[in-house]
Each structure stands twice: as structure tokens, then as C-alpha cells.
């Protein structure tokens, strides 16, 4: 992720460092569907992650504000992927036990697109904030870090995570969807590189590892800050 991150921020960094920070975003997917499967309290899982979104969301307007440059900070809120993640596998494990409850978690979410649109309109300070910033307050599936194919993978991750070779075929095919959008798109086409991440998640034993997700709650904002920090008023 960091070196993902250096290659962002650093117009002559080799490509390579992008190349392998493409194995961290399904990582972090594949740890919080475990994270999730495991957690005692899953409200309070889904909560800490919204909370988080808002907090990157203001950190984020807060360094535009303050160190304005021409290509901002960026979009960096994977909680906010990973809270519409779990949104949605909470939403689909309700229905299958409560159809009443599923609805109307699937009308909550409906409801949140369309206010998501509504917002600017109803509060005029909101108008400031681009897509990027507005999404990480009102969640939008389509608009989040590397999109609805992110969110797609990471629910099938969960509902296959006992079933390793489904898994790979999933991720393999999500992989080479990757290269096709962007070849058709434009842009690096360094996404389907996330497929060197797969050898990794088979062997998974089902154990807790070091408690250090907190402290990753701290790396993921204070690194990007210190590499745009250098990147555009130290290093120039």
C-alpha cells in the first residue's frame, strides 16, 4: 500500500511500485470479510467503518482546504469500500433470514442513492465537495474507491470463503475484468495485478493474527499526508 501510495504521489517513481501496490486492496478485502465473519458485534463493525469513511472524508477536505496543490490530495477512503461491503452482506444475510428485514435494508440503501443526490441540494455547504468527498458522507455504490466491482468481489469473497477453488475462479475472473475495463478505458492497466495477491488467501487458517488494526487506522491517513506533504512542498 505504501509503495502504491509513493508511486501515486511521485511522478517519477517506476511503474513497478504501482504494480505491486495492486496486492493490497484485495488483502485488505480479504481480511475484512474474515474480520467480519469473526467480529462479536458486526453493528459496531460496520459502524467503526462509516465513522472512519467520515473521518478520511474531512481529513481529506481539510488538507485541500489548507494545502491546496493541482491535484489535491486524492481519493484515499478504502473504509468506505469496505463499510459498503459489509453493508451489502449484511443486507443479503437478512433476507435469507428475515425477507421483512432484508427490504427494508434494501430500501435504506435505495433511499441512500437518491440522497445521495438530494444532499447538495438541501445543504448549500455540500455543494463544495466533489463526488469523492460527498460519497465518503451519503455512500454511493458506484461512486468508491475502484467502484462496484470492488464492492461485487468483496461479497463474493464472504459467501465463498469456505470454498477456496470458487474463490480463485472468482478472483481470477474479477482480475482479468480488471484488464479488459481498463484497456477499454484507458489508463495503467496495473488493476489486474491484483491476481499475484490469490496465492496467499488459500492457505488462510482461520486464526486471528497481531492485534494491530489500530495502528493501521493511523498508518493509512498519516502516510498518505507525509507522502503528499513531500511530494508537493518538500521534495520539488
Not at 481539510?62 to 489535491?72: A, E, S, V
Not at 466533489?130 to 469473497?157: K, R
Request: glycine share 8%; aromatic share 18%.
Amino acid at each position: 500500500m505504501a509503495l502504491d501510495h509513493i508511486g501515486f504521489y511521485f511522478e517519477a517513481a517506476p511503474l513497478w511500485l504501482g504494480c505491486i501496490g495492486r496486492i493490497s486492496d484485495p488483502l485488505f478485502l480479504f481480511c475484512m470479510v474474515w474480520g467480519y465473519h469473526y467480529t462479536r458485534n458486526r453493528t459496531v463493525y460496520l459502524l467503526r467503518l462509516y465513522l472512519l469513511s467520515i473521518c478520511m472524508t474531512v481529513f481529506s477536505y481539510t488538507l485541500d482546504t489548507l494545502f491546496p496543490t493541482p491535484n489535491g490530495y486524492g481519493n484515499h477512503n478504502i473504509f468506505l469500500s469496505l463499510f459498503l461491503v459489509g453493508v451489502l452482506i449484511r443486507t443479503i444475510e437478512c433476507f435469507r433470514r428475515d425477507r421483512k428485514r432484508g427490504f427494508l435494508l434494501l430500501g435504506a440503501i435505495a433511499a441512500a442513492q437518491v440522497f445521495y443526490f438530494l444532499l447538495p441540494g438541501i445543504v448549500p455547504f455540500t455543494r463544495q465537495l466533489n463526488g469523492d468527498l460527498l460519497t465518503g458522507i451519503v455512500p454511493n455504490l458506484a461512486l468508491n474507491e475502484y467502484g462496484t466491482a470492488f464492492i461485487a468481489l468483496g461479497v463474493a469473497l464472504y459467501f465463498l470463503r469456505e470454498k477456496p477453488e470458487l474463490v480463485s475462479v472468482v478472483y481470477i475472473l474479477s482480475s482479468i475484468s480488471q484488464f479488459s475495463s481498463k484497456m477499454i478505458n484507458g489508463g495503467p492497466v496495473t488493476q489486474w495485478m491484483m491476481l499475484f495477491a490469490l496465492p496467499r488467501t488459500p492457505h488462510y487458517n482461520g486464526e486471528k493474527g497481531p492485534g494491530l488494526k489500530y495502528f493501521f487506522y493511523f498508518f493509512y491517513p498519516a502516510h498518505t499526508f507525509l507522502l503528499f506533504y513531500l511530494a508537493n512542498f518538500i521534495l520539488v
